[in-house]
């Protein structure tokens, strides 16, 4: 059993140095206590005793999945459907605009830092109740993900009645399957259709794979995690990737650092790519 002791500050250093370097992960003294707290259950799982024993298991795993596991430890996934109400009210007046102006015959959304899929399965709902008249086939929603665990939840589209059930009644008859043995509720095959789930981490992956630009990203409670170098560059890539008018949604306890020239605010937590 792990001492809750165990953590010293020498090697809380090196695991959080190897956390910015490998997902841009920002860790704060006061975080100690948090990161042992978490990483004791971790280190039970794997039997071992000290955490300088699990740094040299995490710097050596060559696949990336204990980094995996260590960032799922540290970080949170929690997230729910149609979080951030604002933004919904705001879409709901101009999502009709929004798909008139977009930049491709598709109209092209991407839910970066997706967790277990409530966020990008809230935008498809929202798309088929807001724009009916629009074929599914000419929505693309991009989801990512750096966990590759999470990302394998969010496929499933399987979730506990609790998640569930607040949710309008006419949304769930509409777009869940209730499975009453294990009284969880599936998402339709309709709505997963329109999502392509991929793993992607936003401070290292490649953003030159991306060739066709986005009609609005939804980078919502992610950047908290970043220092303000990594939150600049990340803007930067989403600049990229958004032409002029483009809408960036991000957590209502977020916003864009001084620094940013690209973006104007439409209101708190939305941003519209500035020409
Ligand atoms: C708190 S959840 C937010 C989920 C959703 N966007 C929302 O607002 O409800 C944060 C997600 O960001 C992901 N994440 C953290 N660092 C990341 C990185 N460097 N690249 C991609 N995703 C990352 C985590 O795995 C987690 O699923």
């Known amino acids: 059993m792990v001492d809750e002791k165990a953590l010293t500050k020498r090697e809380f250093d090196l695991l959080r140095k190897f956390v910015y370097t490998n997902a841009g992960i920002s860790l704060s003294d006061q975080k100690m206590a948090l990161v042992q707290g978490r990483l004791s259950k971790r280190?039970?799982?794997?039997?071992?005793?000290?955490?300088?024993?699990?740094?040299?298991?995490?710097?050596?795993?060559?696949?990336?999945?204990?980094?995996?596991?260590?960032?799922?430890?540290?970080?949170?996934?929690?997230?729910?459907?149609?979080?951030?109400?604002?933004?919904?009210?705001?879409?709901?007046?101009?999502?009709?605009?929004?798909f008139a102006k977009r930049?491709?015959?598709?109209?092209?959304?991407?839910?970066?830092?997706?967790?277990?899929?409530?966020?990008?399965?809230?935008?498809?709902m929202f798309l088929l109740e807001n724009l009916p008249a629009v074929s599914v086939r000419q929505c693309k929603i991009l989801a990512t993900d750096i966990s590759a665990d999470i990302l394998r939840?969010?496929?499933?589209?399987?979730?506990?009645?609790?998640?569930?059930?607040?949710?309008?009644?006419n949304y769930v008859s509409k777009y869940?399957?209730?499975?009453?043995?294990?009284?969880?509720?599936?998402?339709?095959?309709?709505?997963?259709?329109?999502?392509?789930?991929?793993?992607?981490?936003?401070?290292?992956?490649?953003?030159?794979?991306?060739?066709?630009?986005?009609?609005m990203i939804f980078c919502r409670n992610v950047m908290i995690y970043f220092d303000t170098p990594t939150r600049d560059k990340l803007i930067a890539e989403f600049a990229r990737v958004l032409p002029p008018g483009g809408l960036l949604f991000i957590g209502h306890s977020e916003s864009l650092t001084r620094n940013n020239k690209l973006f104007r605010m439409i209101q708190p937590s939305i941003y519209e790519r500035i020409g």
């Open 43 to 98: 280190l039970r799982t794997l039997g071992m005793n000290s955490y300088k024993q699990y740094y040299d298991h995490l710097v050596s795993d060559d696949t990336g999945d204990e980094l995996i596991h260590l960032i799922d430890a540290i970080s949170t996934n929690v997230t729910s459907f149609f979080r951030e109400r604002g933004q919904w009210e705001y879409l709901k007046i101009h999502i009709e605009d929004i």
């Open 103 to 124: 930049s491709n015959s598709a109209f092209r959304i991407w839910s970066a830092g997706c967790s277990s899929g409530e966020e990008p399965y809230s935008i498809a």
């Open 153 to 169: 939840r969010a496929t499933s589209g399987r979730y506990v009645a609790k998640n569930v059930e607040p949710l309008p009644k």
């Open 176 to 215: 869940f399957d209730r499975d009453r043995k294990s009284e969880s509720y599936q998402i339709k095959a309709f709505v997963r259709e329109m999502v392509l789930f991929r793993l992607f981490n936003l401070v290292y992956g490649n953003f030159s794979l991306f060739t066709n630009p986005f009609d």
